[in-house]
């Protein structure tokens, strides 16, 4: 694993300081030289599949379809396509060119940007981890509902197991069956009652006990992510072959098989349908924004790290166009899966579309297209390659989630950590089921809701505007710049300038400013969280963001000199190699 060897270079190898001045140390400024024995992928598609895994998850299946014709179905695609290319790409194709120019991850990284800054960092590591906590436990029901999937007739098909209540009720094949508001869908027990078995807890004050059936899954899931993991991208770098692959092979079986059910275009005219009075409404534009943000991930510090471990050369601006236009045709794809069965269901229950498009988030995966499965022909096989596309989906996020961890501790020890690189990925893999623990109680589901609404949120919306905000004003712009023209040979174009400085950050304070003054009550099932609980939230998201600040007064107070030294001090990048050109009359900084 890699390590870098920071040199006092002196003579033309040395990057000058600022003028000499009170205001600066006129000490030569470090130059940090990248050493050779840092990894590097296997091919250039094992990190587009890297990258690709990483952006679409399972989000983009459950997500985008739900918020899409909540938001005015077809006239939807406008705010989000105009959001992608103003917010969501720029900071995409930054956050690759920044890892792959500076070759080190999250943490280590803001020393050459700006040292002030370096909080973000360990920020970035902290929701990383939240995300850890809750998102592989929505890999494990997956991994539930798969090994539950291998019967000659599913076991959410009926209401004849020891789960279901007297409110079961099963309409498909039956005529006459009255739906009353209190009747519930065998698949709905199913996921509530015998997966998760939320009817046992009383809420966040009383979770209940943990189910050793969601454990085992979530071990047997830990140990697949470890084994990925442990020897580096030359190993994440081939296992993404199956899992970033396999989820469109399914995609396209299920689009096919959705299309030939009866009443599937209901479900498509539903989805497709615009309605363009919507437009007006400022909550749409906010959804667009905050669903493109959070389907492209930049700010979880994962493709810095993936892009650490390209050549230097490599052309970064393709990739972030290819990976962002692939990232956004999944999820515009995956409502025909999504709205073709929920016209089908809707059809079987002959009500209407959006009477059974109402559930949203994961019960969308659990409940509602479970159910169609399972009254399907052949329900046993499409069960099967649906959870497998689930499992597939989850595990390349959180490959890339923990890669973000690994990386950006392996370059801020480098030499601690260099050569105990799977010593370091079992440790972490431990925390990370350890503090997964809560999420398979009884009321797990509720710590997953919680996690997922305040562990990530608005935080990493406000981490990423401090982010672009370093990048764009206080490393500069024209420095930015140059660093990709010599990357690539040439100069990013003004749209992109503009973006990175000023609609960029503007996009993300809109979100951060619009989620503020909007707050929505936080409820799952039947259950509303109490007022505790959200300040537990509130308490769980500012645990990450205020090592931001923590860090800054550290750097300030620690650091020796005047008020303007250390101003100077905290501010100003080291320089690395690839900032050194060559010239005619020998080495020199690029200005």
């Known amino acids: 694993m890699p390590h870098q060897e920071q040199v006092l270079a002196h003579g033309n190898l040395c990057a000058p300081g600022p003028p000499n001045n009170a205001g600066y140390n006129s000490n030569p400024v470090p130059v940090i030289i990248q050493t050779e024995s840092r990894d590097k992928w296997g091919k250039k598609m094992d990190f587009l599949l890297s990258v690709i895994g990483f952006a679409v998850d399972l989000g983009n299946v459950w997500r985008f379809p739900y918020i899409c014709y909540q938001n005015g179905g077809g006239a939807f695609l406008i705010p989000y396509v105009l959001m992608a290319i103003f917010g969501g790409v720029p900071l995409f194709y930054m956050e690759l060119a920044l890892g792959q120019f500076h070759r080190t991850g999250a943490i280590s990284i803001w020393k050459h940007i700006c040292p002030m800054f370096k909080g973000i960092g360990f920020a970035i590591c902290i929701i990383a981890l939240y995300v850890s906590f809750y998102y592989n436990t929505i890999i494990a029901w997956a991994l539930f509902y798969f090994y539950s999937s291998f019967s000659s007739t599913l076991p959410w098909t009926s209401c004849d197991n020891e789960w279901n209540t007297e409110n079961c009720t099963n309409y498909f094949g039956k005529d006459n069956v009255t739906w009353t508001n209190y009747s519930r869908s065998p698949a709905e027990e199913f996921y509530t009652r015998n997966v998760l078995a939320v009817h046992e807890s009383s809420g966040l004050g009383d979770v209940g006990y943990i189910r050793w059936q969601l454990m085992l899954c979530l071990f047997l899931i830990f140990t697949i992510v470890y084994f990925s993991l442990w020897k580096g991208v030359k190993t994440s770098g081939k296992v993404v072959w199956v899992t970033a692959t396999l989820p469109y092979v399914v995609l396209l079986i299920l689009m096919i098989r959705g299309a030939t059910l009866p009443g599937a275009w209901k479900g498509v005219v539903f989805y497709l349908n615009p309605k363009w009075e919507k437009l007006q409404e400022t909550s749409v534009w906010v959804d667009a924004a905050a669903q493109i943000f959070f389907s492209l991930g930049p700010g979880f510090g994962v493709l810095l790290a993936l892009s650490s471990y390209n050549p230097f050369n490599n052309n970064c601006y393709r990739d ?85 961890i690994i990386t950006a501790v392996m370059d801020e020890y480098p030499d601690t950590l260099s050569h105990r690189r799977e010593l370091l990925v079992l440790g972490l893999v431990v925390v990370c089921f350890m503090g997964s623990l809560s999420t398979l109680t009884n009321g797990g589901a509720y710590v997953v809701k919680l996690l997922e609404e305040f562990g990530v949120g608005s935080s990493i919306i406000a981490i990423v505007f401090l982010e672009a905000t370093a990048v764009s004003w206080f490393y500069g712009i024209n420095r930015f710049s140059n660093d990709i023209k010599s990357m690539l040979g040439y100069t990013p174009g003004l749209f992109w300038r503009v973006c990175w400085v000023a609609i960029s950050p503007a996009f993300l304070a809109y979100i951060i400013i619009s989620s503020l003054l909007n707050p929505q009550p936080l409820s799952l099932f039947d259950y509303k969280f109490p007022d505790w609980s959200i300040t537990v939230g509130f308490i769980i998201g500012a645990s990450s963001f205020i090592w931001i600040p923590i860090y800054m007064v550290y750097k300030f107070v620690w650091t020796p000199g005047s008020l303007k030294q250390r101003l100077a001090v905290c501010l100003r990048p080291e320089r690395t190699l690839p900032d050194i050109h060559t010239d005619s009359m020998g080495l020199s900084p690029v200005p």
């Open 320 to 404: 972030a166009i290819v990976t962002s236009l692939v990232n956004c045709l999944t999820s515009f794809v995956s409502g025909f899966v999504i709205f073709t069965v929920l016209g089908y269901m809707a059809e079987q229950r002959n009500v209407n579309v959006e009477d059974v498009a109402r559930d949203k988030g994961p019960s969308l995966l659990f409940i509602t297209y479970p159910e169609a499965i399972a009254n399907m022909v052949g329900s046993t096989f499409f069960a099967i390659i649906f959870f497998v596309m689930m499992i597939t989906l989850g595990l390349d996020s959180t490959f890339g989630g923990l890669e973000a």
